[in-house]
């Protein structure tokens, strides 16, 4: 079974910082570099005095946006003759990459410190902390 690197990427600037680190490691090591980003549930964006928002229209813009960021991610994996695979997922977003994890048995999972939302001023972002622990597999943390 091929190495499998995933890498937990939500087009920030630290998530474009673990795929340079995955593309490495999959050079040096062999294996195959899958980039995964999840869609948390609409309802976390919605709030009571926000104008209603078409969950349908969200996932789109959504897709959209990230499918365009995983295409970038993706060539500078395939530039240096790493395969690579792209996954846009749905559901809380830790849950999600630990499932997706377990599920393809990869060997590593690589995340940035921080992705695109949080609070500014913590050292490492929440999502970042709670893959550190509760991840079945070892977790490079990317600064």
């Known amino acids: 079974?091929?190495?499998?690197?995933v890498v937990a990427y939500d087009g920030s600037p630290f998530s474009d910082k673990a795929v340079a680190k995955a593309v490495v490691l999959a050079q040096e090591?062999?294996?195959?570099?899958?980039?995964?980003?999840?869609?948390?549930p609409i309802w976390q964006f919605v709030t009571t005095d926000a104008p209603p928002v078409n969950p349908g229209?969200?996932?789109?813009?959504?897709?959209?946006k990230m499918t365009e960021?995983?295409?970038?991610a993706a060539e500078a994996c395939r530039?240096?003759?790493?395969?690579?695979r792209t996954e846009c997922l749905e559901g809380h977003p830790v849950?999600?990459?630990?499932?997706?994890?377990?599920?393809?048995?990869?060997?590593l999972l690589i995340c940035g410190t921080r992705g695109l939302?949080?609070?500014?001023?913590?050292?490492?972002?929440?999502?970042?902390?709670?893959?550190?622990?509760?991840?079945?597999?070892?977790?490079?943390?990317?600064?």
């Open 1 to 5: 079974m091929p190495r499998r690197f």
């Open 29 to 40: 090591l062999g294996g195959e570099v899958i980039l995964v980003t999840v869609l948390a």
């Open 57 to 64: 229209v969200l996932k789109n813009i959504f897709d959209a």
């Open 69 to 72: 960021a995983q295409k970038k």
């Open 79 to 84: 530039e240096k003759g790493i395969p690579v």
């Open 95 to 107: 849950d999600t990459i630990i499932k997706y994890v377990k599920e393809q048995q990869a060997e």
């Open 117 to 143: 939302g949080g609070f500014q001023g913590m050292l490492l972002g929440s999502v970042a902390h709670k893959l550190v622990a509760y991840s079945p597999v070892s977790v490079l943390v990317v600064k």
